[in-house]
């Protein structure tokens, strides 16, 4: 059984930093892709940042130069650390695990499976 944990969500200022991490089990991390996404209140769910099981990553254009997604193959985790934080990004962020070491379908908004989330709240 696939199974994705996320954790590192809270409460920040503006201009603050936060590492949100997701712990992953049931499959094999290290030939899997890996994305992370987004929820605001009464907004769809939003592609945020992806990496292939090479290493390759995607960005989204709203959080390019801020944001930076990375993994960790001996211990089943990937991570995504936010910097230079904004209020618009306040939401709900889920991680997701793809059917293959490819990242294009997590782009798409097309995943394997989908962790609980783990709520991110920027103050101004």
């Known amino acids: 059984q696939v199974q994705l944990v996320e954790s590192g969500g809270g409460l920040v200022q503006a201009g603050g930093s936060l590492r949100l991490s997701c712990a992953a089990s049931?499959?094999?991390?290290?030939?899997?892709?890996l994305g992370w996404y987004r929820q605001a209140p009464g907004q769809q769910r939003e592609f945020v940042a992806a990496i292939s099981s090479g290493g390759s990553t995607n960005y989204a254009d709203s959080v390019k130069g801020r944001f930076t997604i990375s993994r960790d193959n001996a211990n089943n985790t990937v991570y995504l650390q936010m910097n230079s934080l904004k209020p618009e990004d306040t939401g709900v962020y889920y991680c997701?695990?793809?059917?293959?070491?490819?990242?294009?379908?997590?782009?798409?908004?097309?995943?394997?499976?989908w962790g609980q989330g783990t709520q991110v709240t920027v103050s101004s």
């Open positions: 049931g499959i094999i991390f290290s030939i899997t892709a």
């Open positions: 997701a695990a793809a059917r293959s070491g490819s990242s294009y379908l997590l782009t798409k908004l097309s995943a394997r499976t």
